[in-house]
Structures are given as C-alpha cells and as structure tokens.
C-alpha cells in the first residue's frame, strides 16, 4: 500500500489549507484513513480519522471546529481542510492507513503511512 501525502505549504496565520491522501488500489474503501502531524522535537499526534465508509470522523480537540476531513465519492482520496490556521500549525502533516474499517487516535493502529507534506504557519 503507498499513501501519497500532498498540499502542505506556507501560509500566514488564519489562512486555509486543503491537504490530499490518495493511495494505490481501493483501500480506502476498506480501511479507515486518519491524519497526524510531527513538529519539531514533539511526538506525532493524532488530528482525524475518517471511516471507510465516509460515515464516521473523529477528530482532536486541537483541531476541532477548525479541521475538517473527507473523502471523494471513489474513495480513491481523502482531504484534511485545515481552516483559522495557527503557528502552532507548523508541523509536517502525515496520512496513514488504519488495520481496521474504523478509525482510531492510537499510532500503532496504522500500519501504512505517507511521506508526509510540510504545513508552515506565519505569524
């Protein structure tokens, strides 16, 4: 399975960004699809999860309400709108691929991850 990240960027603080997670075959059809972040010197965390049917999303609550996570009707993409943009941001933003149809916060669940895209938020 290969997950290709795209769309990072710089941005000014209080911008928007669309991020893109396409994958190779119809995964995302079957397993669900979650979106974590790195920034420097801090530990990847969870930011969203979609289910593989679209029905289901969870998000963090550093992201809530600004975040938002969908996948196209193939189910060939998955999309993090990030909106109301902080510094705090910056990270390099990563999708990857759940063992299971459902979505969860815990790293070790996703065996399948994409190279990441670099998300930078000036002030």
């Known amino acids: 399975v290969q997950l290709q990240a795209s769309g990072g960027g710089l941005v000014q603080a209080g911008g928007s960004l669309r991020l893109s997670c396409a994958a190779s075959?119809?995964?995302?059809?079957?397993?669900?699809v979650g979106w974590f972040r790195q920034a420097p010197g801090k530990e990847r965390e969870f930011l969203s999860g979609?289910?593989?049917?679209?029905?289901?999303?969870h998000y963090a609550d550093s992201v809530k309400g600004r975040f938002f996570i969908s996948m196209d009707n193939a189910k060939k993409s998955v999309f993090l709108q990030m909106n109301s943009l902080k510094p705090e941001d910056t990270a390099v933003y990563y999708c990857?691929?759940?063992?299971?149809?459902?979505?969860?916060?815990?790293?070790?669940?996703?065996?399948?991850w994409g190279q990441g895209t670099l998300v930078t938020v000036s002030s």
């Open positions: 979609i289910s593989s049917t679209g029905g289901a999303t």
């Open positions: 075959g119809s995964t995302f059809s079957i397993y669900a």
């Open positions: 990857a691929r759940h063992r299971t149809p459902f979505p969860t916060r815990t790293i070790n669940d996703y065996p399948f």
